[in-house]
């Protein structure tokens, strides 16, 4: 068994929101070609995982990342 489960940096640090307009954090979860990382690389919980997809998806239709690299 493992007892060394990833925590997530967006519960640790308690956020409520995520901003689509912090380009370089969005970049950090999503793949060199474009794809959003998936929660069992992230470690982030469901509720985590939906604002920050919602987020990405946000900033690639105003222009801030691109849908495919």
């Known amino acids: 068994m493992r007892s060394d489960k990833k925590r997530s940096i967006l519960a640790v640090k308690q956020v409520q ?3 689509y307009k912090n380009v370089e ?3 950090s979860h999503t793949q060199y070609h ?3 990382k998936p929660r069992r690389y992230t470690g982030h ?3 985590h995982q939906k604002m920050l997809s919602k987020a ?3 900033a690639r239709i105003m222009g801030l990342l691109p849908f495919i690299a």
């Open 25 to 27: 954090f969005l970049k």
């Open 56 to 58: 990405i998806k946000n």
């Open 34 to 36: 474009g794809k959003i």
């Open 45 to 47: 919980s469901v509720r």
């Open 17 to 19: 929101y995520i901003d």
